[in-house]
């Protein structure tokens, strides 16, 4: 440190001085010892006397001089720690990542007492000292101080030590900062579940009471009918009723199992994405008379929970072709593009009317995947349902 380098050049200086004295003493005592003056040689040695007394004193102080500049810079040491630490506390409460930054360039002005300033990264910088700020290796910029002294080799250490603790901070801002906008999406994305599952449970009540329930209440009755009509011996009347009554039961069992397979394919579950989609896609094309062209390979790739919303889109944006249309043809492609989202288009070449508020319960299931839901027309003047999934969909 310069006080105790300037104190130790004087001391040294002095103690030589000293060390001569009593030297130059010794030598003219044994020159008057051999000589045979007595005088000469008691004055020799009373200066040699008297400055090695000299030159204990002059330890004596200088040690105790020592101790007290040791004493003061420790203590100016301590006190500039505190002040780093207070600094670096200060640093760690802002919240913001540019806060952060502006924070660190203002604690190290009042620390180092010199022009603080927070560069670019890759930006050209002056004569200072250049500290630079880096997360994981990427660099967010660099610390510069610039003053009339130059930083010492303990200062400069300690303004690398800040760097690197504002460096820290940023990253710590950043993953808070990120780790809210996660807690928001989930928060987001939990509600749009509930509300999805509520509608499926609204859907599935409506379905219930309008078609199996009022088929079976119909059955029902039909079955008194025939239970009356053999009573009174009207037998051929009976078999009619009973013959319509089984038909119907046929019918509501048919659209039970249909509902069933809606709800959660057994195929799907068992055999996967693509022998799913290809049993729906025989089955409309043979009960409406379409063409269905598959490309569904891609889907392979997604996730269980993907596949299942990703088919049930399918099925619903199909049903909703047919009853526009009817179409004669319609395709159904699952890409995975170039940034890792995941694309499902549905296309027919139906002439009816598109009406947005038909795609609403397409739009839902697709927001409980964050995806995005985009309707226009077909090449070929049909519809072309496309729905966006984002690139973490895709990874099991």
Do not use: C
């Not at 598959?294 to 929970?305: H, I, K, M, R």
């Not at 739009?363 to 729905?387: F, H, K, P």
Request: glycine fraction near 6%; hydrophobic fraction near 45%; aromatic fraction near 4%.
């Amino acid at each position: 440190m310069p006080s105790r380098l300037r104190f130790a050049k004087r001391s040294s200086t002095r103690a030589a001085a000293l060390v001569a004295v009593v030297a130059a003493a010794a030598v003219v005592s044994v020159i008057g010892l051999a000589l045979g003056s007595s005088w000469l040689a008691f004055a020799g040695l009373a200066v040699a006397i008297v400055g090695a007394a000299g030159f204990a004193l002059h330890l004596i102080v200088t040690e105790r001089r020592r101790h007290e500049v040791v004493e003061e810079e420790l203590s100016a040491q301590s006190s500039f720690l505190e002040a780093l630490v207070e600094s670096m506390g200060s640093i760690a409460a802002t919240l913001d990542p540019d806060q952060v930054l502006d924070r660190t360039r203002r604690e190290a002005k009042d620390l180092f007492g010199a022009k603080a300033e927070i560069l670019p990264p890759g930006a050209p910088s002056s004569n200072g000292a250049v500290f630079p700020l880096r997360i994981r290796g990427e660099e967010i910029g660099a610390l510069q101080l610039i003053r009339s002294r130059p930083l010492d080799r303990e200062e400069q250490a300690r303004a690398a030590l800040l760097a690197d603790f504002a460096s820290r901070t940023v990253e710590n801002a950043r993953l808070l900062a990120e780790a809210r906008v996660r807690e928001a999406e989930r928060a987001r994305l939990s509600d749009q579940l509930i509300t999805a599952e509520q509608d499926e449970r609204r859907r599935l009540a409506l379905f219930l009471h309008d078609g199996p329930v009022q088929s079976l209440s119909g059955i029902s009755l039909m079955l008194d009918a025939v239970v009356g009509s053999l009573q009174e011996q009207r037998l051929e009347e009976a078999e009619q009723v009973l013959s319509s009554a089984l038909k119907r039961h046929r019918d509501t069992i048919r659209s039970l199992r249909d509902l069933s397979f809606h709800i959660e394919p057994v195929v799907l579950r068992d055999q996967g994405f693509g022998p799913a989609v290809k049993t729906f896609a025989e089955q409309v094309g043979l009960e409406n008379r379409i063409q269905v062209d598959l490309d569904v390979d891609a889907a392979d790739a997604l996730t269980e929970q993907a596949r299942v919303v990703l088919y049930q889109i399918i099925r619903e944006a199909v049903n909703q072709a047919i009853r526009r249309g009817p179409p004669s043809r319609i395709a159904i492609r699952v890409a995975i593009v170039d940034d890792g989202s995941v694309e499902a288009v549905i296309a027919d070449d139906g002439t009816g009317e598109r009406r947005r508020a038909t795609f609403d319960e397409i739009e839902e299931r697709a927001r409980t995947l964050s995806g995005r839901l985009n309707v226009e027309a077909g090449e070929d003047g049909g519809t072309e349902v496309r729905v966006l999934l984002p690139p973490y969909v895709a990874r099991r």
